[in-house]
């Protein structure tokens, strides 16, 4: 049997697969802006000494992280329903965006603060720094720059897991797929292209997460430097030390 590819039904519909692909990028860049800086704040709750605090942080980051993304959708959709709030499904499909991300990113978070040695908190201390200050500049910091490659992952993560919102019938780029599809009997060619955006919306979160990364930890810069330069001066030394050697002997 044989099928030839046929992308030309296709094309009355690319500024519906653009405003698909736009939806998927404003939904994750909500959701990773708003789920981030919830989650920080849930990763210092979670080390916190007060208990009930602390222990609720647990449980909200083992009931998202045990229950799958589409459950989670649907019960924040219908279930609020049910209740008699009724969302539009772009606000509910990012609302359960936001608490997913935000416990992946609070694990992730508190995970580089437990990487702070303990040393240098109790040194920031004794000079006498607020504890904000220390939070900010001797945890925070640093950490997010240990964590930072395993959150860029997550977001790329929760991009690709926004197709599950087309159950809810947000209009995001699988839902127009679906849509597309049943229109044009394509659907082949149509999930190409769709794997193909998918693709681009992934390379341009990476482009965006690197450049915002070499902005904010500008001691990676500095150290890269350092190392590119000692790699330029090390073998001018070592061929020194050779002529060294070659004029002894």
Same mark, same amino acid.
């Given at each position: 049997?044989?099928?030839?590819?046929?992308?030309? *039904?296709?094309?009355?519909? !690319? #500024?519906?697969?653009?405003?698909?692909? !736009?939806?998927?990028? $404003? &939904?994750?860049?909500?959701? %990773?802006?708003?789920? %981030? =800086?919830?989650?920080?704040?849930?990763?210092?709750?979670?080390?916190?000494?007060?208990?009930?605090?602390?222990?609720? =942080?647990?449980? @909200? +980051?083992?009931?998202?992280?045990?229950? *799958?993304?589409?459950?989670?959708?649907?019960?924040? @959709?219908?279930?609020?329903?049910?209740?008699?709030?009724? &969302? *539009?499904?772009?606000?509910?499909?990012?609302?359960?965006?936001?608490?997913?991300?935000?416990?992946?990113?609070?694990?992730?978070?508190?995970?580089?603060?437990?990487?702070? *040695?303990?040393?240098?908190? /109790?040194?920031?201390? =004794?000079?006498?720094?607020?504890? !904000?200050? +220390?939070? !900010?500049?001797?945890?925070?910091? #640093?950490?997010?720059?240990?964590?930072?490659?395993?959150?860029?992952?997550?977001?790329?993560? &929760?991009?690709?897991?926004?197709?599950?919102?087309?159950?809810?019938?947000?209009?995001?780029?699988?839902?127009?797929?679906?849509?597309?599809?049943?229109?044009?009997?394509?659907?082949?060619?149509?999930?190409?292209?769709?794997?193909?955006? @998918?693709? %681009?919306?992934?390379?341009?979160? $990476?482009?965006?997460?690197?450049?915002?990364? /070499?902005?904010?930890?500008?001691?990676?810069? %500095?150290?890269?430097?350092?190392?590119?330069?000692?790699?330029?001066?090390? #073998?001018?030394?070592?061929?020194?030390?050779?002529?060294?050697?070659?004029?002894?002997?």
């Amino acid at each position: 049997m044989k099928y030839s590819l046929a992308f030309a *039904p296709l094309a009355p519909y !690319w #500024p519906v697969f653009v405003n698909g692909a !736009w939806l998927t990028l $404003k &939904m994750t860049a909500l959701a %990773v802006v708003i789920g %981030v =800086c919830i989650g920080t704040l849930v990763a210092f709750a979670k080390r916190s000494k007060i208990k009930p605090l602390a222990r609720a =942080c647990t449980v @909200y +980051i083992e009931i998202v992280r045990n229950t *799958p993304f589409l459950v989670q959708i649907f019960l924040l @959709y219908f279930g609020l329903a049910s209740f008699g709030v009724r &969302m *539009p499904t772009f606000a509910a499909a990012v609302l359960a965006m936001v608490i997913n991300i935000a416990a992946y990113a609070a694990e992730i978070i508190r995970a580089g603060l437990e990487s702070v *040695p303990r040393g240098q908190i /109790e040194a920031a201390e =004794c000079l006498g720094l607020s504890k !904000w200050r +220390i939070g !900010w500049h001797v945890m925070l910091q #640093p950490s997010i720059e240990k964590v930072y490659p395993a959150l860029t992952s997550q977001f790329l993560l &929760m991009m690709q897991a926004s197709a599950m919102a087309s159950q809810i019938s947000a209009e995001e780029l699988t839902a127009i797929a679906n849509t597309v599809q049943s229109d044009t009997f394509r659907s082949l060619e149509t999930y190409i292209v769709v794997a193909a955006l @998918y693709l %681009v919306l992934s390379l341009f979160i $990476k482009l965006v997460t690197w450049a915002l990364g /070499e902005y904010m930890f500008r001691r990676r810069r %500095v150290v890269r430097r350092a190392a590119a330069q000692a790699g330029k001066v090390q #073998p001018a030394a070592s061929t020194a030390a050779v002529a060294i050697h070659g004029g002894a002997a």
